[in-house]
């Protein structure tokens, strides 16, 4: 059972330049959450994307949008980019039904840099 | 807000030795909690959690223990190997409404082993 997969693993993009990150849910997982892991910080929530809609969204910029597609994959793009967005990028997906106990599953990350 | 208090690492400790770090929490709500780790240039990994007071969590001879009266999640280890060396993030999870959660993390503790 594959779990929770990123692509790619590593990037480099120049400052202004837009940046497409890709994630596969776990296998069963309806829901999809994007994190910002600065260096040396705790992951940092995003947004969660379920039924191909955002949710719910956390405290970044509209530069940062998503998209979320009917076999339940994940997109997360960044516009514009500066130099403070070098981060490592993680995707987390959970399991249907709702309530505060189930288990999020991250996958491997999206190294960025931004130069 | 909700949030998570880390000891600030690293923690350096020889083989065998005996591990604490320290958890505390702020939470509107009934959290549940969890620990995951993340070795180096990987992404994080589940260790173990606990959805209730008075609930403890293992895995691999880790244990921590649901602490609702002190607001604490300590992680605990009778004997360290030089494996164990990595980043242990504490956190939480809430309803954001919807039945929807994030994820709120600690700052996370590097652990480091030597032999």
């Known amino acids: 059972d594959a779990g929770v997969t990123q692509s790619p693993t590593h990037l480099i993009k120049t400052r202004g330049q837009q940046v497409t990150l890709r994630c596969s849910p776990k296998s069963g997982h309806d829901t999809v959450s994007w994190y910002q892991q600065a260096l040396g910080q705790g992951p940092q929530f995003i947004f969660q994307?379920?039924?191909?809609?955002?949710?719910q969204r956390g405290n970044f910029p509209d530069r940062f949008s998503g998209h979320q597609f009917p076999n339940y994959s994940s997109e997360l793009n960044v516009n514009a980019l500066l130099l403070g967005d070098s981060a490592l990028y993680l995707c987390?997906?959970?399991?249907?039904?709702?309530?505060?106990?189930?288990?999020?599953?991250f996958g491997e990350g999206s190294w960025l840099t931004v130069v | 807000g909700d949030s998570v208090t880390q000891m600030e690492g690293p923690v350096t400790l020889s083989e065998e030795a005996f591990l604490t770090i320290n958890c505390t929490y702020t939470a509107t709500g009934y959290p549940s909690l969890f620990w995951y780790v993340q070795y180096p240039g990987e992404g994080l990994q589940l260790l173990l959690k606990a959805t209730k007071a008075d609930d403890k969590g293992s895995n691999k001879g880790f244990e921590a223990t649901y602490r609702k009266e002190t607001t604490s999640f300590h992680l605990e280890k009778g004997s360290v190997q030089v494996s164990d060396s990595a980043v242990y993030f504490c956190?939480?999870?809430?309803?954001?409404?919807?039945?929807?959660?994030?994820?709120?993390f600690g700052i996370g503790t590097k652990l480091q082993v030597i032999p």
């Open positions: 956190a939480l999870t809430l309803p954001l409404g919807g039945g929807y959660q994030k994820v709120t």
């Open positions: 987390a997906s959970s399991s249907p039904g709702r309530g505060s106990g189930n288990t999020i599953y």
């Open positions: 994307y379920y039924e191909e809609e955002e949710r």
